[in-house]
């Protein structure tokens, strides 16, 4: 899609107007006289479950879910069923059947916004939340996040990552834990496209990442 193509230019130019990192963005677009809702967010902002699951194992996947998704879906949560293994659609990692009508699509949007399926395993410090930030923290060391950790969305032009570390004082062994984790910059985008309420169309969601050859890119409808 158009929006797709642009969002990284999008969140760039967002940013550099506000002095902040801008980490998701909003339009309403107007499109053969129906009225849509685009949504815009750097998917490296967000936790990568089906990395957490991997690397880090499924008590620490469903810990994270617990403390980022939305009350309503984490109490569906799926992650301990042994048929899933990198499960690429949230269907895979919460049970919507048994939610129903109880859960809209623009409900799991805003219920998973602070995680993804996609891309790879390495967090945006620059724009993820503080949250997302102490969530994975915790995994990796069994402790807070360091206040200058959480400062770094903040801070605008965004520092390297090499920067970020050296100010943290980490023992090798902590380093090594933590740096294969961690990133300033952004490699993932995604689109989330809702209908007016009087359009017959449904909502949308499409996600890219890498560049070049290694380049992917995955739509969903729902």
């Known amino acids: 899609s158009i929006a797709l193509s642009e969002a990284s230019r999008l969140l760039r130019e967002e940013s550099l107007v506000t002095g902040t990192n801008v980490r998701s963005i909003e339009r309403r677009v107007l499109f053969r006289n ?9 998917e490296s902002a967000k936790v990568n479950l089906p990395l957490v699951r991997l690397a880090l194992g499924t008590e620490a996947a469903e810990r994270i879910m617990g403390e980022l998704s939305s009350t309503l879906l984490r109490s569906n949560k799926r992650v301990s069923d042994p048929n899933l293994l990198l499960g690429k659609r949230w269907e895979d990692w919460f ?3 048994s939610l129903g009508s109880r859960v809209s699509v623009e409900d799991l949007a805003r219920g998973t916004n602070q995680l993804t399926l996609w891309g790879r395993e390495k967090l945006n410090l620059a724009r993820c939340s503080p949250q997302a930030i102490d969530a994975l923290w ?21 520092p390297a990552i090499s920067a970020v570390l050296a100010r943290l004082s980490l023992r090798e062994s ?3 834990a933590v740096e294969p984790w961690l990133t300033t910059e952004s490699e993932s985008v995604s689109v989330w496209v809702f209908p007016s309420t009087n359009s017959q169309g449904g909502c949308e ?5 890498g560049a070049g050859r290694a380049k992917s890119q995955r739509s969903y409808s729902y």
């Open 138 to 158: 915790r995994e990796l060391l069994s402790r807070p996040a360091p206040e200058e950790l959480l400062e770094v969305p903040s801070e605008f032009p965004t």
């Open 205 to 209: 969601f499409t996600v890219k990442w």
């Open 95 to 97: 049970d919507l059947d």
């Open 174 to 176: 902590e380093l090594n």
């Open 34 to 42: 129906d009225s849509y809702r685009v949504v815009i967010s750097d």
